[in-house]
């Protein structure tokens, strides 16, 4: 499967983004894709999840109420809205997609074994 991310610039305070994931290759109604985020000097971490089938969502507590996860099936593309961004929101922003990840390690990213090639996010204060 490869996936490609899109969607990153500058952006200010408060401003809105959206990032787009798309998938091709061996793509399949049992994935679960996933947001991570990597800051300078940071960890990657989880930002946001849909499975694929069901449409169930996830999202780390830092973005809730913030971003949007969603999926369009028949573009095998997943997106991710981003309002009310914030400076610490500045990072890689990647997509990841695992057809056999259990709930409970959705926001573990060495868990995942596909990967996109990131796309930059750049909120100034």
């Known amino acids: 499967v490869q996936l490609q991310a899109s969607g990153g610039g500058l952006v200010q305070t408060g401003g809105s983004l959206r990032l787009a994931c798309e998938a091709s290759?061996?793509?399949?109604?049992?994935?679960?894709m996933g947001w991570f985020r990597q800051a300078p000097g940071a960890e990657r971490e989880f930002v946001a999840a849909i499975k694929l089938n069901g449409g169930h969502t996830y999202y780390a507590n830092s973005v809730k109420g913030r971003f949007t996860v969603s999926g369009d099936n028949a573009k095998n593309t997943m997106y991710l809205q981003m309002n009310t961004l914030k400076p610490e929101d500045t990072a890689v922003y990647y997509c990841?997609?695992?057809?056999?990840?259990?709930?409970?390690?959705?926001?573990?990213?060495?868990?995942?074994?596909?990967w996109g090639q990131g796309t930059l996010v750049t909120v100034s204060s």
């Open positions: 290759g061996r793509t399949s109604w049992r994935f679960t």
């Open positions: 990841a997609a695992s057809s056999t990840i259990i709930q409970s390690s959705i926001p573990i990213p060495s868990l995942y074994d596909n």
